[in-house]
């Protein structure tokens, strides 16, 4: 089950150049390149001939010649020039064409129907180009299925265990976590008072009490920002622009029903100039997302090893649940529900 009229993030903006580059979104394997208008073409990664993927093929201008027969295709996806050069071309003979957009320093494919590719609906993730913002992060093949990705992200309350030694800390099981939907948003959030600062946020072995907040924004279909900080407990509960207020980026990509591209990251809005800064909260994350990937891809698999067990939800899990009936409903609309487990996606919080 995949919702297929939303837009997907199938590379990081600065990874595209000239040459092909392949990823499978949504269960469709895709060609995109950029042209050398500075564009970005996204094509379906097959030759209309005999599928060899077009992403091995030669580069000829704008133009890909696939390297099986030499069909010429343009940057359309369209034939220009035929295996035998002096045969007619049938203009008929395409790829399909996926429509594309860069933003937010990604690239986004939409696999749907074409004529729905509202560049209005990408997700809005304004802090990786606000010119006043500084953004940087990676991206993880994960064996497991997207929704598994979500309700960890939608999780506050994993950290404790998954991560003791870096962004964990025992008063996060003590402070109360509220859920809420808003329109096709769904909302977790954790306030902690007057708590030790967690070991990502500590900078001197003495230091004094903070206030930390984590709030996470599950956005359709699969993105999930989160906002995270401490402040001094003297400055109160507040959200103003503090020099460890983040945004964690996690823009989720199905690959297939079992696999997932993950592609995350942080921004900040202060002191946006400090590389050194920037590649170390980089190194930090990508450590920490280390260790989600080693449970959700264990999880996945005790998932196939148990086809007679079902995911159960406790009241900690209310994020995840709620994400995922947006998710459902966005799938019924794209036609999806029959393939979709209804059940799995309604579970009763218990
Ligand atoms: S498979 Fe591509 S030209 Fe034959
Ligand atoms: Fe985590």
Redesign the pocket.
């Known amino acids: 089950m995949f919702v297929t009229n939303q837009w997907y993030v199938i590379a990081y903006a600065r990874d595209i150049g000239p040459e092909p580059f392949s990823r499978t979104v949504c269960g469709k394997r895709i060609l995109v390149y950029r042209k050398q208008d500075g564009s970005v073409t996204a094509m379906r990664d097959a030759c209309p001939h005999r599928l060899l993927p077009l992403s091995m093929g030669i580069k000829e201008g704008d133009n890909i010649r696939c390297r099986y027969h030499g069909l010429v295709l343009d940057a359309d996806g369209r034939a220009v020039e035929m295996p035998i050069k002096s045969d007619p071309v049938n203009r008929s003979i395409c790829a399909a064409k996926y429509p594309v957009v860069e933003r937010y320093q990604f690239i986004w494919v939409w696999i749907g129907e074409p004529a729905k590719a509202d560049p209005a609906l990408v997700p809005d993730y304004w802090m990786c180009e606000d010119p006043g913002w500084v953004f940087d992060g990676g991206s993880y093949h994960v064996r497991c299925n997207y929704q598994l990705l979500v309700d960890?992200?939608m999780d506050l309350t994993?950290?404790t265990y998954?991560?003791e030694g870096s962004i964990g800390q025992p008063e996060l099981m003590q402070s109360p976590i509220t859920s809420r939907v808003e329109g096709d948003r769904v909302i977790v959030e954790r306030w902690m008072h007057d708590v030790p600062p967690a070991p990502a946020y500590r900078t001197s072995p003495d230091q004094e009490n903070v206030d930390r907040w984590q709030i996470c924004h599950f956005l359709p279909p699969s993105s999930v920002i989160i906002d995270v900080g401490v402040a001094p407990v003297s400055e109160g509960w507040s959200l103003e622009n503090h020099p460890v207020r983040s945004f964690v980026i996690d823009a989720i990509t199905p690959e297939t029903e079992t696999t997932s591209w993950y592609y995350w990251g942080a921004a900040r809005g202060v002191d946006i100039g400090n590389a050194e800064r920037t590649a170390r909260t980089k190194m930090l994350q990508g450590k920490?997302?280390a260790?989600?990937i080693a449970v959700l891809e264990a999880q996945q698999q005790s998932i196939e090893d148990n086809p007679d067990l079902k995911l159960r939800a406790f009241n900690i899990d209310a994020g995840g649940v709620r994400s995922r009936t947006i998710i459902r409903k966005m799938a019924q609309r794209d036609g999806a529900a029959a393939a979709m487990d209804a059940s799995d996606a309604e579970q009763e919080l218990a």
């Open positions: 960890n992200l994993h950290e998954v991560h920490v997302f260790e989600d």
